[in-house]
């Protein structure tokens, strides 16, 4: 429900967030509306996605990428300003398997994918997802790629990917480290932690976008995006923060 100002105006605010950000700024948006009175609304997918709509004109005043090639993309088509650029975020790979899966990550690290019970693999699609390209790259970092490629199944984007596993679609999947430790998930399942240096970085930026139509709202979430409050939900999340000057 968006919250009007005496002047009639609707005082909201219009995110579009790469789907790792789910269960995170679920929580963030309802803080940032308690103390604030802005509405935020949340549009969550893939980043590639999210850019090609913002690349159509879907009405977002805000970009919160899984990477930080899609905001520099839009900033060089005019759709935002480099001055609005932030890195936010660093994003973490984990392989996850359900609670009860037999597999075993402490013994065999990534080398669990070769277990014969693994038919399905999920990742997010490498198109359009930037945790896709990490998985792919974990991969053929570990030289398993060319082994267990057939068994691939792309979720559209990382949420997918997660749901794929969930349902028993896949037995594995590459997700984010934050769906793991999403309060709905926890319980549910197991993971492995993806090591740093097997995927280039998933350093996370967002944008003001320069037809944003709520530009004051936005400008004041990224401000408690850059919070003390918001910087404890992230880490909760399994976020590693950028270096705070």
Do not use: C
């Not at 929580?27 to 893939?46: D, M, P, W």
């Not at 879907?58 to 899984?66: E, H, I, K, N």
């Not at 839009?74 to 392989?95: D, N």
């Amino acid at each position: 429900m968006a919250v009007s100002t005496a002047a009639g105006q609707e005082k909201v605010v219009n995110v579009a967030a790469a789907a790792d950000l789910s269960a995170a700024f679920k929580e963030i948006g309802a803080n940032f509306e308690k103390q604030n009175g802005i509405e935020v609304k949340l549009s969550f997918g893939a980043s590639g996605a999210l850019t090609q709509q913002i690349e159509n004109g879907a009405p977002f005043d805000l970009f919160f990428s899984a990477d930080m090639g899609y905001p520099q993309k839009l900033i060089s088509e005019g759709h935002a300003s480099s001055s609005t650029l932030y890195r936010y975020a660093v994003g973490k790979l984990v392989l996850w398997a359900p609670a009860n899966s037999p597999l075993n990550f402490e013994r065999d690290g990534i080398n669990t994918i070769l277990d014969p019970a693994v038919q399905k693999i999920a990742i997010a699609n490498p198109e359009h997802a930037p945790y896709g390209r990490a998985a792919v790259a974990a991969l053929k970092h570990s030289g398993l790629y060319e082994k267990v490629s057939p068994r691939l199944v792309m979720g559209e984007n990382i949420s997918q990917a997660a749901q794929f596993v969930e349902s028993g679609n896949a037995q594995v999947g590459f997700v984010a480290l934050a769906h793991a430790m999403a309060p709905e998930m926890m319980g549910k399942g197991k993971y492995w932690l993806v090591p740093a240096d097997a995927y280039p970085a998933l350093d996370q930026g967002v944008i003001v976008l320069s037809n944003a139509t709520h530009g004051k709202e936005a400008a004041e979430f990224v401000e408690f995006i850059k919070s003390k409050e918001v910087a404890a939900i992230l880490q909760r999340y399994g976020f590693t923060l950028p270096e705070t000057k």
